[in-house]
């Protein structure tokens, strides 16, 4: 089996902490750092544009108060799973924090989407054992919220709490420097398409996971809100990534598909 795992995080625009708040506010372009979602909307419907038009199934890790501020038109076709309330640095919180977190935050995806997620992605990648050995009392089975060296046939593990891990891959570029199979760079101006695609010709067999959000496809950190231009250039690179991904033997599946193939 070689899969593609195509992930999203479905969350509030640029999104930073907030010293002393468990809640995430939003990159302050002059407004304060309030929690911004246009972008994130925007770029959701984006995305979407794109997968429709491939035919191919994605993972959206979706941040419980995005959800609620947004349309989640046409999310109902792929696998929609949680990615904190108000994302939380989770390892942050107390037991009985984490806890009511999770809560609201699972029942947010049933609210808005209809359907039980069965997969997680902590906010900002940050996740330990309190936070893992929680997840399956919210029915959570399924993990992307580590990194793991590229491989020739990278593979789902069982972790010792019962959840499956489909870490997302990390290597090097030519030159020797790291480069992860988060699509960040490449919306910032510092990578390219084929760069990623390279990373997964490297695998033989297994899961790749490659990862974005959505706010991505229509703001840049450094750039600022992108104009109509750097939305149409952005959205073509994530595309031919995808497709050239999908061109070397890549079946698109989502993160809970992948789990248990
Ligand atoms: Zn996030």
């Given at each position: 089996?070689?899969?593609?795992?195509?992930?999203?995080?479905?969350?509030?625009?640029?999104?930073?902490?907030?010293?002393?708040?468990?809640?995430?506010?939003?990159?302050?372009?002059?407004?304060?750092?309030?929690?911004?979602?246009?972008?994130?909307?925007k770029g959701?419907?984006?995305?979407?544009?794109?997968?429709?038009?491939?035919?191919?199934?994605?993972?959206?890790?979706?941040?419980?108060?995005?959800?609620?501020?947004?349309?989640?038109?046409?999310?109902?076709?792929?696998?929609?799973?949680?990615?904190?309330?108000?994302?939380?640095?989770?390892?942050?919180?107390?037991?009985?924090?984490?806890?009511?977190?999770?809560?609201?935050?699972?029942?947010?995806?049933?609210?808005?989407?209809?359907?039980?997620?069965?997969?997680?992605?902590?906010?900002?990648?940050?996740?330990?054992?309190?936070?893992?050995?929680?997840?399956?009392?919210?029915?959570?089975?399924?993990?992307?919220?580590?990194?793991?060296?590229?491989?020739?046939?990278?593979?789902?593990?069982?972790?010792?709490?019962?959840?499956?891990?489909?870490?997302?891959?990390?290597?090097?570029?030519?030159?020797?420097?790291?480069?992860?199979?988060?699509?960040?760079?490449?919306?910032?101006?510092?990578?390219?398409?084929?760069?990623?695609?390279?990373?997964?010709?490297?695998?033989?067999?297994?899961?790749?996971?490659?990862?974005?959000?959505t706010?991505?496809m229509a703001?840049?950190?450094?750039?600022?809100?992108?104009?109509?231009?750097?939305?149409?250039?952005?959205?073509?690179?994530?595309?031919?990534?995808?497709?050239?991904?999908?061109?070397?033997?890549?079946?698109?599946?989502?993160?809970?598909?992948?789990?248990?193939?």
């Amino acid at each position: 089996m070689k899969a593609l795992c195509f992930t999203v995080d479905l969350d509030r625009d640029a999104n930073i902490p907030i010293p002393g708040k468990a809640a995430a506010g939003s990159f302050d372009r002059g407004d304060g750092a309030e929690p911004r979602f246009e972008s994130s909307e925007k770029g959701l419907g984006t995305l979407l544009d794109i997968l429709s038009g491939m035919g191919a199934r994605a993972t959206f890790f979706a941040e419980g108060r995005t959800l609620e501020m947004i349309s989640s038109k046409g999310l109902s076709k792929h696998e929609v799973g949680v990615h904190g309330y108000d994302h939380e640095d989770l390892t942050s919180l107390s037991g009985h924090d984490l806890r009511v977190c999770m809560g609201r935050a699972v029942g947010s995806v049933c609210r808005t989407i209809g359907r039980r997620p069965v997969s997680f992605r902590a906010p900002y990648m940050k996740i330990d054992d309190k936070v893992l050995e929680a997840l399956p009392e919210f029915g959570i089975r399924c993990d992307s919220s580590m990194y793991a060296p590229l491989s020739e046939s990278p593979m789902p593990r069982r972790l010792p709490c019962g959840v499956t891990e489909i870490p997302v891959p990390e290597g090097s570029d030519p030159s020797g420097k790291k480069i992860a199979a988060y699509l960040w760079p490449m919306h910032e101006g510092k990578r390219r398409p084929e760069e990623y695609v390279r990373m997964a010709a490297a695998v033989k067999e297994g899961v790749f996971v490659l990862a974005t959000h959505t706010w991505h496809m229509a703001e840049s950190l450094n750039g600022g809100i992108m104009d109509p231009n750097a939305v149409r250039r952005n959205a073509e690179d994530v595309q031919k990534v995808i497709e050239e991904v999908i061109g070397l033997g890549f079946e698109p599946m989502t993160v809970s598909e992948a789990c248990v193939k």
